[in-house]
């Protein structure tokens, strides 16, 4: 016997059922059913869209953990699939970047390290910066590319920029095993600071999502938001202390600088990995407050417009 479904009053046959509406915004809803007799009681989702301010319900994001998992690991497989270095361009770009940046910048312009051979200091700069550059272009595209997964399917979506982001987290963990080589050639030894290290990369993580929030639902809206990421990457590359360190920076305006949270980040990393003297307070203090207004920010705005991904993608 077929279970006996109630949609809202109407006993109907079929796999699925709503019970009464309840409030916007919520998830929930039972399903009643009897077979061969017995109460046979089905748990189901009713999607309803949301008015006004929304919860960011993360616990919703937690039970999706499985689904990002996949998505991650789909990610990393489709990027490298028929290529012919495979894996090998994770170390390839920030490394032909530092031989670039060394030449110019270290060779010609002179340009100063805090006290450590160029290479390494360009190099310990650009790998979070690869990394930050990879997550916010494919995050913010990753709702377009997944048109077909969210029309048809529903899951939190907040779930897709997020599997962008540690899929290029990935690449970061390929590319420092070079980093920890270069420190062996150039006789730079690991201090204490390193343990603080894990603290930096999430701080990565979390600035990648932030900014990803923001331009993946922009997006959706607006198509020429693509066209403007490429532009956008390029200017903040050369207002991050990459090629140079913070200390060029005039001690009064280095809490303004710091608003670029990668200038947090990259500075964070040369004090870790390589105990650089250079003064990181004014800078660190300047991104932790912009990463926090950007993650909280992009976090409300992405739940409002998830409403109309669907519709838009």
Not at 119 to 148: C, D, M, R, V
Not at 186 to 194: D, E, I, N
Request: proline share 7%.
């Amino acid at each position: 016997m077929k279970p006996e479904i109630t949609v809202g009053g109407t006993t109907v046959g079929g796999a699925a059922a709503l019970t009464a509406p309840e409030p916007a915004g919520t998830v929930g809803g039972t399903v009643g059913g009897t077979v061969g007799g017995t109460a046979a009681p089905l748990a189901v989702i009713r999607i309803e869209p949301s008015h006004g301010w929304v919860s960011l319900r993360l616990g919703e994001l937690w039970r999706a953990r499985d689904l990002l998992y996949f998505l991650v690991w789909r990610d990393v497989k489709v990027r490298y699939k028929q290529t012919a270095l495979g894996v090998a361009w994770a170390i390839l770009q920030p490394f032909l970047a530092m031989v670039v940046f060394t030449v110019f910048f270290g060779r010609l312009a002179k340009m100063p390290s805090a006290g450590v051979p160029y290479p390494i200091f360009a190099y310990t700069g650009l790998l979070p910066w690869q990394f930050f550059s990879s997550a916010l272009i494919e995050s913010s595209n990753s709702l377009i590319n997944n048109k077909s997964l969210i029309t048809k399917v529903y899951f939190p979506r907040l779930v897709v920029p997020a599997a962008s982001v540690f899929a290029a987290l990935v690449d970061f963990c390929v590319a420092f095993v070079v980093l920890l080589g270069m420190m062996v050639y150039y006789g730079v030894a690991p201090t204490p600071r390193l343990l603080v290290l894990p603290v930096l990369v999430a701080f990565a993580v979390l600035t990648a999502l932030s900014v990803g929030l923001w331009l993946s639902a922009l997006n959706v809206k607006y198509r020429d938001v693509r066209y403007i990421i490429p532009f956008l990457a390029q200017f903040w590359l050369y207002a991050t202390p990459i090629a140079y360190p913070s200390d060029l920076v005039p001690p009064a305006y280095r809490l303004l600088f710091g608003l670029n949270p990668m200038a947090g980040v990259v500075e964070g990393f040369r004090w870790a990995v390589l105990g650089t003297e250079t003064s990181i307070g004014g800078v660190m203090a300047g991104s932790v407050a912009a990463v926090v207004v950007l993650f909280f920010g992009g976090l409300a705005y992405f739940r409002r417009m998830e409403k109309y991904f669907a519709d838009l993608v």
